[in-house]
């Protein structure tokens, strides 16, 4: 049988590179490391030469899972999470693997034996679609009543007085939060960062940033939109927007 063809999708390097070694170490050849869902979409439109993606389920930024939700066609897939609830997903069909981190030789052997049977096939869209998490959702006031707003819109949440606003670039919409103690809970996987004493930033939504003349530091997350960064938290708001959206080139 000839060795298998991987494709490495992960944002962690050390993940990335363990992975590879050990897929080398079981006879395959690892056709590539790619490190976001960005870097994927961009190989995927070249022609596809491999016999298997071994997939980040988490990633900053572009997730690897959508893009390939979106490609009419892909090799089969192996996902690799650090998060046993994403493979209960990924169990409902049985077409599908997934490695947990870490990954060891073993888990990785039998893998490869599904994938040398045959038993891992390639997905549709819709297949893949359907094991992607639903849209984190949250209410916000529209009249008398309520309306629910999708988080991975939001750039940041706001506190004026005892109320918090959720807003989407320069539009604000009233959430029943009071504080945002209760926003960071609510959302405790979002990345979400105090920037200043009444302001949480989701740092995935940020499109620029740069230091004034004053030596303060503000984050472009919408035309027309800045937000000026608590001196304290400057350093960290530079990490945090680097993990989100990591540069290439």
């Not at 529209?142 to 670039?169: K, N, P, Q, S, Y």
Request: proline share 7%; glycine share 6%; with cysteine.
């Amino acid at each position: 049988m000839e060795p298998f063809k991987a494709l490495v999708v992960d944002d962690e390097p050390l993940a990335r590179e363990r992975l590879s070694r050990l897929l080398q170490e079981a006879g395959c050849a690892v056709a590539g490391e790619l490190g976001d869902g960005l870097a994927l979409l961009q190989w995927m439109q070249q022609p596809c030469d491999v016999d298997v993606i071994f997939l980040d389920i988490q990633m900053p930024g572009l997730n690897g899972m959508e893009v390939l939700a979106e490609l009419p066609q892909s090799p089969p897939v192996v996902f690799v999470t650090a998060h046993s609830d994403y493979a209960v997903r990924a169990f409902e069909l049985a077409a599908v693997d997934y490695l947990l981190k870490p990954v060891f030789e073993d888990r990785l052997a039998k893998c490869l034996q599904r994938l040398g049977d045959r038993l891992i096939r390639p997905l549709s869209p819709a297949e893949l679609k359907a094991l992607l998490p639903p849209p984190l959702r949250f209410p916000i006031r529209a009249g008398d009543g309520e309306i629910f707003m999708e988080l991975e819109v939001i750039t940041h949440f706001e506190l004026e007085g005892e109320r918090v606003w959720a807003c989407r670039g320069l539009n604000r919409f009233l959430t029943r939060w009071t504080r945002l103690a209760e926003v960071e809970h609510a959302f405790p996987e979002d990345g979400l960062l105090r920037i200043q004493r009444h302001l949480l930033l989701r740092p995935s939504m940020v499109k620029g940033i740069r230091t004034t003349t004053l030596g303060r530091v503000k984050v472009l997350v919408a035309p027309k939109m800045e937000l000026t960064v608590s001196r304290g938290m400057t350093h960290r708001t530079r990490e945090c927007v680097r993990e989100a959206s990591p540069v290439r080139g």
